[in-house]
């Protein structure tokens, strides 16, 4: 959202008080009154649309953060690139009740207006409804926009409760909230109801918008055209995943077809408009998520953070990213599963063939992996400190009576791997301020992921040379050589071996960008599952996450020590700067110096406590096949009782529901 939106939005608020419109706010919580007049007036009714973004994203300060209006990273710790149990993925926990669900639907409506999101549907409805009839003075350009962004918001918003829940009450006019008018009544939608509104609100948006807004200072930020032709794309793919397809192994199937229609027509749009890939290198590709309140080609949905503590709008990530020896907090600790995953430097996979070492994980690497992770030796500058280097390692002080550890750093990095995250980090982030207040903006949709998305749809329609091509597009650009090998993809055997390339390629390339749970969900890759059909991860010959576990590590000192084992001097001579021309010889300085001074272990028994444990014992992940789409909260069907429960979801009398989300 544009800095400048959420001035607008406290403007509104301050008008709003001070004025005869506070009858606006109070005819607001009675959900079907409202002042007619606030749409015969431009400045008012961009302060309603600056609120209604306001209520979409005021949340959204991570990029690791999903689901719009409510922001979290719950998604996020469901997969490798985050370790930790939660309910989810416990497996001494099996979930039916629709008492402990996602409460994301929404509370019935009380006195007020909760920001759930069927008020921010009503939000959307109300100025769709209203704003030609009532704002029949306003100029038709502005009239078209405002509704334009209201279409491309709605559908945002019922694409994520279908995500969340399959097929969900489809309302696209201001109801009156009654206990007798049945038409208030409405019932879940199916899957193909789902799409066709989507869809239809996306087309709206996408003829209605302006494929860039003509002033970036007051615009950029909003809604426009590219994105609705982009997200068109993102949710065709999804219905044409094996989550929502029965049909999805046929090649034929008309899901896919239209899913990669929607991308190709996306992508010859956008890129006639001047967006693109960023770039030629890995430099490129880091320094194009620091463009600040300014076009940026791959950017498609952009969130605007403000930097100062004058706006509760800043970025949490820097914050979160950083070590406690940067001041920031204690890291994002990349579990080994993440560590082990990137590709080689010619894109081939790392494995023991090709040359990979896990103990030395940190040579011979993918470009991007030395721009999403951090290691020990590692610059990684601040405001403050441009050429400041993070040390990740430990050293036994003593061993009785019991076990004591140092750190070579008084602000120890006690970090649970021996690798952090530093994927969208800003070099000129100011460390004086502990890092509470970045503006650094968000890339919720990159043109990547648009390339990405029509590389799958040419797999699953069995057209493995285009697949092929489209890959090599997000390889070359970070500086992978194509050489005899093909960047690494070499030649598919059929279009299970393709489709898993994509969804690798979507781990590399979107890691820690919130993407990753929802590619999960689509391909049901926790488990497969007889019962259901659910034999995704057999036919594209992937391990499910199921049975897996995310395991730390660290670098410790071979000897028992009281003092850092490690000589300054020794440290001081190691810098890792992927930007520097003997970038590979500093990799192979820092070799040398970890194998005279450092072991790689997993960890000390009773001191260190593996990332997915439960009373401090490891455990592995155990995600239900029901929990891939949630059932209705219980205080949804209590005060909504014509609906009805998922399948493999209790209602609220302990019965299992009956609705099919893939119908």
């Known amino acids: 959202m544009n800095k400048k939106i959420l001035l607008s939005m406290i403007s509104l608020l301050a008008v709003l ?118 704002g029949k003075d306003l100029s038709p350009t502005f009239r078209n926009t405002s509704k334009g962004q209201m279409y491309f918001l709605r559908a945002l918003q019922y694409f994520d409760l279908f995500r969340t829940y399959g097929g969900v009450p489809i309302i696209t006019t201001v109801q009156v909230a009654s206990d007798v008018d049945v038409t208030v009544k409405v019932p879940r939608a199916t899957n193909d109801q789902m799409l066709v509104q989507i869809v239809k609100d996306l087309d709206s948006a996408a003829v209605l918008l302006p494929i860039k807004w003509a002033s970036v200072s007051t615009d950029y930020g909003r809604m426009t055209s590219a994105a609705a032709l982009a997200v068109k794309s993102r949710v065709m793919l999804t219905f044409a995943s094996p989550l929502f397809n029965k049909d999805w192994d046929n090649s034929s199937n008309q899901r896919w077809l239209d899913a990669l229609k929607a991308g190709t027509d996306a992508e010859t749009k956008l890129t006639e408009a001047g967006y693109g890939l960023v770039g030629t290198s890995a430099k490129d590709w880091a320094d194009m998520f620091l463009v600040d309140n300014s076009f940026s080609k791959e950017a498609i949905m952009v969130r605007l953070c403000s930097p100062g503590n004058t706006l509760s709008d800043n970025n949490s ?17 990349a579990p080994k599963e993440m560590i082990d995953l990137f590709p080689m430097a010619d894109g081939s996979r790392p494995v023991v063939a090709n040359g990979y070492d896990d103990t030395k994980f940190f040579l011979n690497r993918d470009p991007r992996f030395y721009r999403t992770f951090a290691f020990s030796g590692c610059k990684w500058g601040t405001k403050q400190n441009p050429n400041s280097t993070i040390w990740l390692y430990r050293f036994i002080t ?90 690494g993809l070499g030649t598919f055997a059929d279009k299970y071996a393709a489709l898993a390339a994509c969804l690798y390629e979507r781990q590399v390339e979107l890691a820690y960008e ?25 036919l594209l010959g992937l391990t499910p996450i ?93 005060t909504n009782p014509w609906l009805l429960q998922t399948k493999g979801w209790e209602d609220i009398y302990g019965t299992l529901g009956t609705f099919d989300y893939q119908e």
Do not use: H
């Open 546 to 638: 199921n049975g897996t576990c995310r395991t730390g590590g660290y670098w410790q000192g071979i000897n028992t020590s009281s003092t850092d084992p490690i000589p300054a001097a020794a440290k001081a001579a190691i810098v890792i700067d992927p930007d520097a021309s003997d970038f590979n010889a500093q990799l192979t300085a820092l070799s040398d110096l970890f194998s005279a001074y450092l072991i790689r272990t997993e960890g000390i028994e009773k001191i260190d406590i593996a990332m997915d444990n439960l009373n401090l014992l490891p455990v592995k992940i155990e995600f239900k096949q029901n929990y891939y789409i949630f059932g209705l909260n219980k205080n949804t069907l209590s």
């Open 398 to 487: 003593k061993v009785s009576p019991k076990i004591a550890l140092g750190y070579p750093d008084t602000k120890a990095n006690k970090t649970g791997s021996p690798v952090v995250v530093r994927k969208m980090s800003n070099p000129n982030a100011d460390e004086t301020s502990a890092f509470a207040y970045s503006g650094t903006d968000i890339f919720e949709y990159r043109y990547a992921e648009l390339i990405l998305n029509i590389a799958e749809c040419y797999a699953a329609t069995n057209q493995l040379d285009l697949c092929s091509e489209y890959l090599g597009k997000i390889r070359a650009r970070v500086g992978i050589e194509k050489g005899i090998n093909n960047y």
């Open 17 to 134: 008080i001070t004025s005869c419109s506070d009858e606006f706010l109070q005819d607001k919580k009675s959900y079907d009154k409202y002042e007619e007049s606030l749409f015969t007036n431009e400045q008012q009714t961009g302060w309603y649309i600056d609120r209604v973004y306001n209520d979409f994203f005021s949340g959204y300060k991570s990029p690791v953060q999903t689901l719009v209006g409510s922001y979290s990273d719950e998604k996020t710790k469901l997969t490798e690139e985050m370790g930790g149990i939660s309910n989810w993925v416990n497996p001494q926990m099996n979930i039916t009740g629709s008492d402990k669900t996602s409460g994301y639907y929404g509370n019935p409506l009380g006195a007020t207006a909760g920001n759930y999101p069927y008020t921010r549907i009503r939000n959307c409805n109300l100025l769709i409804e209203k704003v030609d009839s009532i």
């Open 514 to 538: 919130g993407k990753r749970f929802w590619d999960v969900q689509r391909w049901m890759l926790y488990n497969d599952d007889s019962a259901t059909g659910n034999n995704t991860c057999a």
């Open 317 to 333: 990530w820097e914050k979160s990213m950083r070590v406690t020896s940067q001041s920031g907090g204690s890291g994002v600790s």
